[in-house]
Structure formats: C-alpha cells, structure tokens
C-alpha cells in the first residue's frame, strides 16, 4: 500500500487538532498535553511520522507512551502509522522559564521606562 497517497504531513496536520481532542475523549489528557508542545515534521512515504519535542520531559513520556501513541495515531488516521518521536534540544534551549532575575534584566536593557527610572534615580530592580 503506497501511503504517500494518502499519508502526508499535511493531512495530517489538518486533523491533528481533532486527533488531540480524540486523545482527551479517550482519557489519554496527558499524552495530548505533551503533544502540545510537539510538532509533525514529516510523513514518508513508508508510513513513518516524525514528532519533534521541544520539552525534554515531554519526549521522555512519549517515549514510554510511544507504543499507545503509535496505536492511537494508527487508528485515528485509519492508516498503518509509525511514529519516531525526537528531541530538539535548540528549540528547548529557547523554550525555558527564565528566572525572575533574568527577566528583571532584560527589562533593564529593553524597556525605555525601566532604563530611565535607573539612569535618573540610580534606581535597582528587586524582586
């Protein structure tokens, strides 16, 4: 069976929204709260969907969910789906909280009220 055809990451992405509410309907909430965070990079030819996560801890669940989540996808599609799940580490990196410092910082190189309270009263953010 050529899935190529039939399977491609734009059908697939169309319908991902309504796989994620299907996910919830079938008491798998946390499986599509980590799906989330993911996105479809591709669909080959052969079946197999690569799902890139941007949260270190989301893949890591989906690892040990792979096998459901496989199953899921398979039956949701109606199509003989193989999933591979990645980690992207850059967009992680790019992702995180940042601490209550760090955001004080930034706010007192970018924000023109925030630099003017401190250049004209010597002012100091503290949290």
């Keep these: 069976m050529d899935l190529d055809q039939v399977a491609n990451l734009a059908s697939l992405k169309v319908e991902w929204h309504q796989f ?3 996910l919830i309907k079938k008491t798998h ?3 599509a709260t980590h799906l989330q965070s993911c996105e479809l990079l591709s669909c ?3 079946g197999t969907v690569e799902i890139s996560c941007c949260r270190k801890f989301s893949y890591e669940e989906l ?3 792979r096998g459901t989540l496989q199953q899921e996808i398979s039956d949701f599609y ?3 789906l193989q999933v591979t799940i990645l ?3 850059e967009k992680d990196a790019c992702t995180k909280e940042k601490s209550i410092f760090t955001l004080f910082q930034e706010l007192s190189l970018n924000n023109e009220v925030i630099r003017y309270l401190i250049t004209e009263f010597g002012s100091e953010l503290v949290y």
């Design 20 to 22: 994620l509410e299907h």
């Design 29 to 31: 909430n946390i499986m």
């Design 44 to 46: 080959s030819s052969s």
């Design 63 to 65: 690892l040990q969910e």
């Design 78 to 80: 109606a199509l003989p």
């Design 87 to 89: 980690y992207d580490a």
